[in-house]
Structure formats: C-alpha cells, structure tokens
T-cell receptor, first 114, second 109 residues
C-alpha cells in the first residue's frame, strides 16, 4: 500500500518560531511537492523537488524554504513563523516524467501560528 | 479569473440523487484530475483523464478537450460521498498541477 506520511496532524506554534514540517514517501518517487490549502483559495504550490537536493519555487514560496537530502524525505521550513502562515499543509509525491503521473497526498498538517 | 473554475462551490443532495460537479479550465492541458478530500484533510485521486470518459463504481468522469470542460457525476449518491471534490489540471508545459477551489458536497440520508 503506497504511503505518504507527514510528521504531525496538528501543530501550534508561536510567531517567530522556526517550524519544520516533514514528509516521507515509501514509493521511491522522484517528485515531491508542498502545498498549502486555504478556504476559498484551494491548494497552492509552495515548492517542489524533482530529485535529491533539487528544488523549484512554486506559486507562493515567500516565507518558506525546503530541504531534500534523501529521496524519500522532503521538509518544509518556516524560518520565522507568522500568523498568515496558519493553514493546512499538504505534501504529495509522484513519479517523474510523463504527463499522466498521479500525485499521492499525505494526510495534511494543520498548522496554527499564534 | 482562475485558470480552473469549479461549480457549484457547495452542493447539498438527498441520498439517491444523481450529482454533477463541473470544472472549466482556460489553459492547454495534458491531463485533468478529480480528487476527493474527506474531513480531516487526506486527499485521494479519483480519476485522471486526458480524453473521453472514465467510470469507477458509481463515479463517472468526462472531459471535452475542445470545450475545456470536465464533469464528475455520482450516481445513487450516499452520505459517505460527502466530501470536497477538487478538479486539477496538468498543463502541457510541466508536471505541476493547478487546482480548482473545490466543491463541498453534502449528501443527507
């Protein structure tokens, strides 16, 4: 059974804290993605990675960074959390290449920044 | 205007009703995805389409490439179908997805 896991389902942090969100997939997928989901806005891409140590900015990278040191793990980092980063964060992975590769999603992390 | 527009935003139905959710997009695409998100957040892929029609159980997805439009149909709806249904398109230029805002479906017993 394919699986994408995220380190926390719920997280509460204070403004200014450094926050790490971890995502692990066991499908040997090359591509990994971080999204945030907000009411009325749908899912928006923050960053994605198509290989170890490779990353590309998505549509809303400001205030975030990422790390991909191992193929199975993709971390999202909030260097200094702010209240406007309160959101649902979803990780996904897919095989590289072709236009018909399904993305598999993790369960999501609901982050609240106070 | 969003690249992917879904309608309706909210839909309430009685158990057994036939349901249609629509998705229109404005860019050239290589594939369109329909996703389901239950309360709690997890998203699962229902269909991936590049042409024609696909069926899985009570779910049917169609796409008209010329009209840039897709529909998701649910026959004999059931309360367990209550979820957010999301349309997403993969452009011809890459592997990224662009998502619609989602349709909240509630099926009452």
């Amino acid at each position: 059974d394919v699986k994408v896991t995220q380190s926390s389902r719920y997280l509460v942090k204070r403004t200014g804290e450094k926050v790490f969100l971890e995502c692990v997939q066991d499908m040997d997928h090359e591509n990994m993605f971080w999204y945030r989901q907000d009411p009325g806005l749908g899912l928006r891409l923050i960053y994605f990675s198509y290989d170890v140590k490779m990353k590309e900015k998505g549509d809303i990278p400001e205030g975030y960074s990422v790390s991909r040191e191992k193929k199975e793990r993709f971390s999202l980092i909030l260097e200094s959390a702010s209240t406007n980063q309160t959101s649902m964060y979803l990780c996904a992975s897919s095989l590289r290449g072709g236009n018909h590769n399904e993305q598999f999603f993790g369960p999501g992390t609901r982050l609240t920044v106070l | 205007k969003n690249e992917v527009e879904q309608s309706p935003q909210n839909l309430t139905a009685q158990e057994g009703e036939f349901i249609t959710i629509n998705c229109s997009y404005s860019v050239g695409i290589s594939a369109l995805h329909w996703l389901q998100q239950h309360p709690g957040g997890g998203i699962v892929s229902l269909f991936m389409l590049s042409s024609g029609k696909k069926k899985h159980g009570r779910l049917i997805a169609t796409i008209n490439i010329q009209e840039k439009h897709s529909s998701l149909h649910i026959t004999a709806s059931h309360p367990r179908d209550s979820a957010v249904y999301i349309c997403a398109v993969r452009s011809t230029s890459g592997s990224r997805l662009t998502f619609g805002e989602g349709t909240q479906l509630t099926v009452n017993p």
